[in-house]
């Protein structure tokens, strides 16, 4: 494969114009179509094959207008005043009416209606029905809600909403994260490469792919429903991405520089070494993104799809305007800055790492962890499974109000219908029952009587009727998110033929609440055949890629280790509400879609680190034979660029850790962790500390493996055999020092 991609990168240096010209008529044509289409992120999340969601297409078959989004009004009366006060009592029914006259409304409750007030008669509940789902009410009916809310609250009432939609429950995103990340990895690479050029290239390259991504995203969202956390995902995973395999084939390409090949050289060869690691790394993100699709979700299946293409883009921005731009650059990546307080350091360290990479502080870790290997391996791995033990108490949900920021108008509507009616009416369970077939005349008030004695029952009323369908709200006594409420759920769907005997009718427990627990029952169902297949994928490619199978079977292990620290940590943090202060944390469940979504990412990415590491480790091995040696200049090579792309991935991750949204910030949170856990302790401690344990029985494989396995030629021997420059020419500038 080196030989191939030598040729590519040949190829881009030498038409680099063209490349140039191509690349930017993709971006343009990208923003063109986003901006064309008029493309928008939705949240209208379907389970296909689900109880819930069957409930759903029952009632857009037979009542279609109560087939859509939920939506509630919680109304407090202000100071010693109540609701049901004749000023204050008016008001609140003239926003109900006012409700009530918006195009996608299907059906308004007003709360005197249906007594839905508080035992003290401070706050009042009411509901809308809308005819859409949730990704297809309008920003402009969501803005005239608030609108119409706007003259109770200027009477001095609390207006707050709740539900499947609500005025702002999309929140924007802040672009902060993105600056945030961007600037962090400029001074990274500032470090690294100790020149502004180099430090430049991998930010400039990688925006132009994160903006190709992003805007064909957002034209896609036109035709088919894109969740707003793909955007997220996708610029994330984009940005890091890009700027990290940008950095695999720079530093190759810098070093060659600094050893005294011309640009027109380095650069085809650091493309055929450096840009091998990057296609294995690449490819197993984007498959392993692609396998989202086993859990049977769709808007899992469009995240993780999304996701495949920024990183898709990514790697061919590394591989083609990357080399590009490096033409163009030609010696000026090596052209270094002098700080007043250091001068002459960057070229120095530079120098150093490329002439005589064993006086660096990465061949000083290489000697610690071949000396201390064994009480290494230890530790690193009893550091891993500690903070991996709360990973065991996992509780799956899905965003709820009490998971929203404390500001928002979700979470203040749960407050005061837990404070006032109880935490059930937050989430009530929607019953579809269909009364075509019944046998009794009062088959309605059987189910209802039948259901109220199920534990946990607060409350049954109707909701809604027609065409031989009623509707049935249950309402639990505990919330949405409680273990309780599940098995409520569990027992309505469980004691069906119990409660149907004698009626002839038949129901479907849905609504949000019960949505949200098939979900999170399908994805922890998913998870373990997911699992299995990442491990799977990458025995398979690690197994191609370094023609052995202990490399494989240690980089499994290391990113069980990791990645279950890294959900052990997400767990302690969001779930337990350790440190949530210092976080600014609203403890809820963990996202029912994390851990599978961290899955793949930090698997995708600890498969970055471990081929580079490890492909400059048998680099070494190739050319010495000695194992332990090739671990210490292995890893003095790898060490530098590992550290400066996890820096970065974790800078990026850590950057949208900061915003308040409770998929976004968990999420973060989880991969900044994992990327750190797996590059510093996996990656540079524990693989190197195994493989200079195991020793040449390493790199073992038998004899018919060798005849059927192909020999891709991951790390470019033949290519360094043939044209890498010669390192003894020239020494580094001071030999006292060893460089950092």
């Known amino acids: 494969m080196s030989r191939y991609l030598f040729a590519l990168g040949q190829a881009v240096a030498r038409r680099r114009w063209w490349v140039l010209a191509v690349w930017i008529a993709l971006l343009a044509c990208a923003i063109g179509f986003g901006l064309g289409t008029g493309g928008k992120t939705n949240d209208n999340f379907t389970v296909p094959g689900t109880e819930s969601q069957d409930a759903v297409t029952l009632l857009q078959e037979r009542m279609p207008a109560f087939s859509g989004a939920q939506m509630q009004v919680v109304f407090a009366a202000p100071g010693m005043a109540q609701v049901t006060d004749p000023q204050v009592s008016g008001e609140i029914e003239q926003v109900m009416a006012g409700l009530q006259g918006l195009s996608q409304v299907a059906a308004v409750v007003d709360p005197f209606q249906s007594q839905a007030v508080s035992p003290d008669q401070k706050v009042a509940l009411g509901s809308v029905q809308f005819s859409v789902p949730a990704g297809e009410v309008t920003e402009q009916t969501l803005d005239q809600v608030d609108q119409i809310a706007e003259p109770a609250r200027a009477a001095g009432l609390d207006v707050e909403f709740a539900g499947g939609v609500y005025p702002g429950f999309t929140a924007e995103i802040p672009h902060m994260p993105e600056v945030i990340g961007v600037i962090a990895a400029f001074i990274v690479l500032l470090i690294t490469f100790g020149a502004v050029v180099a430090a430049g290239l991998p930010i400039a390259t990688a925006l132009v792919g994160v903006g190709i991504g992003l805007t064909g995203i957002l034209g896609i969202a036109a035709f088919v429903d894109v969740p707003s956390a793909a955007t997220s995902l996708a610029l ?84 083609t305007l990357l080399p590009a731009l490096l033409g163009f650059a030609g010696d000026t990546v090596a052209k270094f800055i002098s700080t007043p307080l250091r001068p002459g350091k960057a070229e120095e360290v530079a120098r150093t790492a490329a002439y005589q990479p064993e006086r660096t502080f990465g061949h000083a870790w290489g000697r610690f962890v071949t000396r201390f290997r064994i009480p290494l391996l230890v530790l690193g791995i009893g550091v ?318 038998p004899r018919w493996f060798g005849r059927y396995v192909p020999d891709l030629d991951v790390e470019g021997a033949e290519l360094e055999r043939r044209f890498a420059p010669v390192t003894d020419t020239e020494p580094a500038p001071r030999s006292d020092q060893v460089s950092r």
Not at 599 to 611: E, H, R, V
């Open 236 to 319: 994330m995973l984009g940005l890091s991405c890009g700027i990290d395999y940008a950095l695999f084939v720079l530093s190759r390409h810098r070093s060659q520089i600094v050893l005294g090949m011309s640009a027109a050289e380095s650069i085809p060869l650091a493309v055929g070494t450096a840009g091998s690691s990057v296609v294995f790394a690449g490819v197993t993100v984007i498959i392993a993104l692609c396998g989202l699709a086993v859990a049977g979700i769709p808007f899992l299946t469009v995240m993780g799809l999304t996701a495949a293409g920024a990183v898709l883009i990514a790697m061919l921005v590394a591989l």
């Open 384 to 701: 891993l499974l500690t903070l991996a033990i709360p990973a065991t108490r996992m509780e799956l949900g899905l965003p709820s109000g009490a998971t929203q920021p404390e500001s928002s108008t979700a979470h203040k509507a749960y407050d005061l219908v837990g404070q006032s009616f109880g935490p059930g009416f937050s989430g009530p369970l929607m019953v579809v029952a269909d009364l075509s077939q019944a046998t009794s005349p009062d088959a309605a008030q059987t189910l209802m009587g039948r259901m109220q004695q199920e534990p946990n029952v607060a409350a049954v009323q109707p909701a809604g009727s027609g065409n031989g369908i009623l509707l049935i709200q249950v309402v639990p006594k505990t919330g949405p998110d409680d273990p309780a409420t599940k098995d409520l759920v569990n027992s309505l769907r469980e004691d069906r033929d119990s409660i149907e005997s004698g009626t002839g009718a038949t129901y479907l427990v849905g609504g949000t609440t019960a949505a949200n627990i098939d979900t999170s029952d399908r994805l922890a169902d998913a998870l373990p055949v997911f699992l299995a297949v990442v491990v799977g994928l990458a025995l398979v490619l690690l197994t191609i890629a370094f023609r052995t199978v202990l490399v494989p079977l240690s980089s499994i292990a290391g990113f069980i280790l990791s990645v279950f620290a890294a959900l052990g940590a997400q767990v302690a943090v969001f779930q337990w509400g350790w440190g949530s202060g210092i976080f600014d944390v609203t403890t809820a469940p963990t996202l029912s879609f994390l851990p599978i979504i961290a899955l793949a990412i930090i698997f995708g990415l600890s498969s970055d680190y471990q081929i580079f590491v490890v492909s400059r480790i048998k680099e070494e091995h190739t050319r010495t034979g000695d194992a332990r040696e090739s671990v210490r200049n292995g890893v003095a090579h790898a060490a530098r660029v590992v550290t400066a792309a996890a820096l970065i991935m974790f800078a990026v991750f850590a950057a949208f850790a900061t915003v308040d949204n409770p998929i976004v910030k968990p999420l973060a949170f989880t991969l900044a962790v994992g990327v750190l856990l797996d590059a510093f302790i996996v990656r540079l401690t524990l693989i190197p500390a195994f493989m200079a344990l195991i020793g040449n029985r390493i790199w073992y494989h």
